[in-house]
């Protein structure tokens, strides 16, 4: 299976949108998605490894499941703002290259011990 670049993910997500009139979310709305997302993963890692079983008979989700859903909401947030995943992430990567060169403590390679 051929793995999809963030800008195909991009795509693919817009031609999904694109058939429906509604289109994208506004803004607020596209963050209040987020935000129930991201709560839906917490209670998933929550039942997975905090101290929270799930109740007899709940839901079966999953964390995989729970990141998929917020990758489409972030990816549809995104594309309505006109915003590039692929560049975003490039400059965000730099920033933490350089911005946390020295900031956490590096595991040593074998040339160095």
């Not at 999809?4 to 991009?10: G, N």
């Not at 817009?14 to 009139?21: E, L, S």
């Amino acid at each position: 299976m051929e793995r999809k670049t963030m800008y195909d993910m991009q795509q693919e997500v817009d031609r999904y949108i694109r058939q429906f009139k509604e289109g994208y979310f506004q803004p607020l709305s596209m963050l209040a998605r987020m935000t129930e997302e991201v709560g839906e993963l917490a209670r998933e890692v929550n039942h997975r490894y905090g101290e929270k079983p799930k109740k007899e008979g709940e839901a079966e989700n999953s964390i995989d499941m729970e990141l998929g859903d917020l990758l489409f909401i972030i990816i549809c947030f995104a594309n309505s703002l006109g915003i590039d995943l692929e560049e975003a992430f490039d400059r965000v990567m730099h920033k933490y290259n350089t911005r946390d060169a020295n900031r956490w403590t590096r595991i040593e390679s074998k040339n160095e011990a």
